[in-house]
């Protein structure tokens, strides 16, 4: 039984474009009036966290996935500026890089293109596996696609990839985005084999769907940019749907490890307050 409530209309399609132009409108306005941040690396946080792994194999003990999320290529990000965190992530020396989801804004296009030769530069020990957010399938998950296949960027949603390392395995799994009706964890459980496994999800809401199953001892998520703009003492002023109960940060869901990246790009508006971009490096430890 899902245990989502109805998912967001935004998936079915008239809505979905009105809502894309009228966003445009908005965030036009609104952008003309806010000067555009200039890239900082000092601006961006680099968060490191240790996760213990039931059944890992000690040969995956010091395993390092680099993680991002939500490039939003056309708000804010650029070509200019997804290179520069390319090298970013390629100085922290990964094993693998995985990105949670929405490439782009609103269209593909030139923008697919212009992502192409940053994502190329990419160069963890292993791989670079990604699943796509709703945002790319409001532009076009087909484009997105074939830009990523392009890069040599392996998109697993619905799909399993394994490590090996000898006789020891590491099973990444990856969800397609929940609040597009993209998904389908029945078949990445059907797929799956015994063993270590981690989910890769665009919305961090899903872990308690993916706790249940009692198959992964960690997800990785974005989408919800950490609410972008945050209040002291209020919080976040805005969070989207089924990113609203694990925003920001690492939780605990029923035996489970939920990381919520808060992402390198923005949404409607070209603006982060107290809440940093975010590139997290997660090591991997054998669970007694």
Same mark, same amino acid.
């Given at each position: 039984?899902?245990?989502?409530?109805?998912?967001?209309?935004?998936?079915?399609?008239?809505? %979905?474009?009105?809502?894309?132009?009228?966003?445009?409108?908005?965030?036009?306005?609104? &952008?003309?009036?806010? @000067?555009?941040? /200039?890239? /900082?690396?000092?601006?961006?946080?680099?968060?490191?966290?240790?996760?213990?792994?039931?059944?890992?194999?000690?040969?995956?003990?010091?395993? $390092?996935?680099?993680?991002?999320?939500?490039?939003?290529?056309?708000?804010?990000? &650029?070509?200019?500026?997804?290179?520069?965190?390319?090298?970013?992530?390629? !100085?922290?020396?990964? !094993?693998?890089?995985?990105?949670?989801?929405?490439?782009v804004s609103y269209d593909g296009g030139n923008l697919l293109r212009e992502m192409? @030769?940053?994502?190329?530069?990419?160069?963890? $020990?292993?791989?670079?596996?990604?699943?796509?957010? &709703?945002?790319?399938?409001?532009?076009?998950?087909? *484009?997105?696609?074939?830009?990523?296949?392009?890069? #040599?960027? $392996?998109?697993? #949603?619905?799909?399993?990839?394994?490590?090996?390392? *000898? /006789?020891?395995?590491?099973?990444?799994?990856?969800?397609?985005?929940?609040?597009?009706?993209?998904?389908?964890?029945?078949?990445?459980?059907?797929?799956?084999?015994? #063993?270590?496994?981690?989910?890769?999800?665009? /919305?961090?809401?899903?872990?308690?769907?993916?706790?249940?199953?009692? %198959?992964?001892?960690?997800?990785l998520s974005g989408h919800s940019h950490g609410g972008q703009i945050v209040v002291?003492?209020? #919080?976040?002023?805005?969070?989207?749907?089924?990113?609203?109960?694990?925003?920001?940060?690492?939780?605990?869901?029923? =035996?489970?490890?939920?990381?919520?990246?808060?992402?390198? =790009?923005? =949404?409607?508006?070209r603006l982060r307050y107290h809440c940093p971009p975010e590139i997290t490096v997660?090591?991997?430890?054998?669970?007694?």
């Open positions: 039984m899902n245990p989502f409530p109805e998912r967001h209309p935004y998936h079915h399609k008239p809505l %979905r474009v009105a809502i894309g132009i009228a966003a445009r409108g908005v965030m036009a306005a609104l &952008n003309a009036l806010i @000067p555009e941040p /200039e890239f /900082e690396a000092s601006r961006v946080q680099i968060t490191r966290l240790r996760v213990p792994l039931r059944g890992l194999d000690a040969a995956f003990d010091g395993y $390092r996935i680099v993680q991002i999320s939500d490039l939003h290529m056309g708000t804010w990000m &650029n070509a200019s500026r997804l290179a520069q965190f390319v090298r970013m992530v390629n !100085d922290l020396a990964p !094993d693998l890089v995985a990105i949670t989801g929405d490439f192409v @030769p940053p994502l190329s530069e990419l160069a963890p $020990r292993e791989a670079t596996l990604a699943v796509l957010g &709703n945002h790319d399938h409001w532009s076009g998950p087909e *484009g997105v696609r074939a830009a990523l296949a392009e890069s #040599g960027v $392996r998109e697993i #949603g619905n799909r399993v990839y394994t490590v090996r390392r *000898g /006789e020891a395995a590491l099973h990444i799994a990856g969800v397609d985005s929940f609040s597009s009706g993209a998904d389908c964890l029945e078949r990445v459980l059907s797929r799956l084999p015994p #063993g270590p496994a981690i989910l890769l999800a665009h /919305e961090p809401d899903f872990a308690d769907q993916a706790a249940a199953a009692e %198959r992964f001892g960690l997800q002291p003492r209020f #919080g976040p002023l805005f969070l989207p749907p089924y990113g609203r109960k694990y925003p920001a940060g690492r939780y605990h869901v029923n =035996g489970m490890v939920q990381y919520t990246n808060r992402g390198l =790009g923005t =949404g409607f508006l997660v090591e991997l430890a054998p669970r007694l």
